[in-house]
């Protein structure tokens, strides 16, 4: 079964300052894709940014980056000017390529953004 | 569009009452899930659906039923409510494929409690 880890259950960053959220994961599968949420107060859950396996770049949506490492098993996300709009809990999603099936979530990161 | 909508917000239920969790989306995805998030976790699967007319369970079934009648809607039924069953219920709904994003699309959340 796939795991998805995110190991810091709480982060803060200066606003306009760079912040890296970490995320490991497990699987046997070499085709899947892999999500940034984000839940703001609101509880809205927001697609950040999605990176498939099969890719070899990163992916980056505006101040959104990732830096996935396959062998390591390993994407963690990279939100740079950091913005007070960016506070939120961040989950980490794992789903395999082809399934109907649900995502795996980890436990999530919650970001506060000091001004 | 109005993508994918849930009613209600908010409900309270007392121990062994019954009801419906509705969930509407107007994208036309052939697949739509039902998850659970507690306080301070990720989100968990309970049931999900690939088309109409077929359901199929997720990682936390108990204690609850789905249909699907149609493309565009997804009920969950909570029978015999428990405290365990506080929580907040996301509806979700995807399209999968090779050229697409294969992210899940999420409604704004239904706050239940049990009392």
């Known amino acids: 079964a796939q795991t998805v880890t995110q190991s810091q259950p709480e982060m803060s960053v200066q606003e306009a300052e760079t912040v890296t959220l970490s995320c490991t994961y497990d699987t046997s599968e070499s085709d899947y894709y892999l999500f940034w949420y984000k839940q703001p107060p609101s509880r809205q859950m927001i697609l950040v940014i999605r990176?498939?396996?099969?890719?070899?770049q990163n992916a980056t949506e505006n101040r959104f980056s990732v830096n996935f490492q396959k062998a390591a098993k390993s994407f963690s996300l990279k939100i740079s000017d950091s913005q007070l709009g960016d506070a939120a809990m961040y989950f980490c999603?794992?789903?395999?390529?082809?399934?109907?099936?649900?995502?795996?979530f980890g436990s999530g990161t919650q970001l506060t953004v000091l001004p | 569009n109005a993508g994918v909508t849930q009613t209600p917000k908010f409900r309270i239920l007392k121990i062994g009452q019954s009801m419906t969790l509705q969930c509407t989306q107007d994208m036309n995805h052939n697949y739509m899930y039902w998850y659970r998030q507690d306080p301070g976790m990720g989100l968990k699967l309970i049931y999900y659906s690939v088309g109409a007319g077929i359901t199929d369970k997720g990682e936390v079934p108990n204690g609850y039923n789905v249909s699907r009648s149609t493309t565009e809607d997804f009920p969950l039924r909570l029978e015999l409510a428990a405290p365990s069953q506080t929580s907040v219920y996301f509806c979700?709904?995807?399209?999968?494929?090779?050229?697409?994003?294969?992210?899940?699309?999420f409604g704004p959340g239904t706050r239940l409690t049990v009392l």
């Open positions: 990176q498939e396996a099969y890719k070899q």
């Open positions: 979700a709904s995807s399209q999968i494929g090779q050229y697409i994003g294969n992210e899940q699309f």
């Open positions: 999603a794992y789903r395999r390529a082809g399934s109907a099936r649900q995502l795996t």
